[in-house]
């Protein structure tokens, strides 16, 4: 079963705006991850933020944590057409292999 | 670094017969996982390994799934018989589970199409 939940389900962006997805949890984390799957392709790993951590930044990705909501966003700023393709959370609570959400497709409005 | 290898990447095969699907992993990375993907399901988490041990196969469909692993630098996912409802990608994902980022490097998949 699916710990995280990612929000929206798809979001279409303009080049050059900010794109940001929501991921909200049902249990105690030690680490939250995001990871990015073009079409067709494998899962890539983009982030760990640790539950210790409110904000973290790799580029242009900015990824919050809020424990105590149990939730986490993860902004994608100046849109590119290549960043298009979904966006996973994924958590671990420990010693437990990561669970995934069923992800957020990002696209470009042409 | 090859990356994790996975193998065949697309099987189309008739209900009833035999899959297996093929994984190489980073080497040096002591921990396997075999995760499902569906539209409907998202993805789901088979059964996962460290040095080689099944840890967790509370995953596992049922008794028409196994895996294994004979050696640090491979593993199998077996399918028999293979039903219509098993279409979906299959990942094969590891990591080195002593560090501590807890991050996955996954292969491209096999696309399995039954039936």
């Known amino acids: 079963s699916q710990q995280g939940e990612e929000d929206p389900q798809a979001l279409s962006i303009q080049e050059g705006e900010n794109a940001t997805m929501n991921c909200s949890y049902k249990t105690s984390i030690n680490n939250l991850q995001w990871y990015r799957q073009n079409s067709g392709r494998g899962l890539v790993h983009l982030i760990l933020?640790?539950?210790?951590?409110s904000e973290k930044h790799s580029g242009r990705l900015r990824v919050t944590l809020d424990t105590s909501k149990k939730s986490s966003s993860l902004l994608i700023t100046a849109f590119r057409a290549a960043d298009t393709a979904s966006y996973f959370c994924?958590?671990?609570?420990?010693?437990?292999?990561?669970?995934f959400g069923k992800g957020t497709r990002l696209s470009v409005i042409a | 670094d090859a990356g994790v290898i996975q193998s065949p990447r697309h099987e189309v095969t008739e209900m009833g017969q035999e899959v297996t699907l093929r994984c190489k992993p980073i080497?040096?990375?002591?921990?396997l996982f075999w995760y499902r993907q569906t539209m409907m399901r998202g993805l789901e988490l088979l059964i996962y390994?460290?040095?080689?041990?099944?840890?967790?196969d509370s995953g596992m469909p049922e008794d028409r799934f196994s895996a294994k692993m004979p050696n640090a630098s491979f593993s199998t996912l077996k399918i028999q018989p293979s039903e219509p409802r098993d279409s979906a990608v299959y990942f094969c994902?590891?990591?080195?589970?002593?560090?501590?980022?807890?991050?996955?490097?996954f292969g491209e998949g096999s696309r399995l199409t039954v039936l």
């Open positions: 994924a958590t671990d609570s420990g010693n437990t292999p990561l669970v």
């Open positions: 933020i640790r539950s210790n951590e």
């Open positions: 390994f460290n040095n080689n041990v099944p840890i967790d």
């Open positions: 080497s040096g990375h002591n921990s």
């Open positions: 994902a590891s990591s080195h589970s002593s560090r501590n980022t807890g991050e996955l490097f």
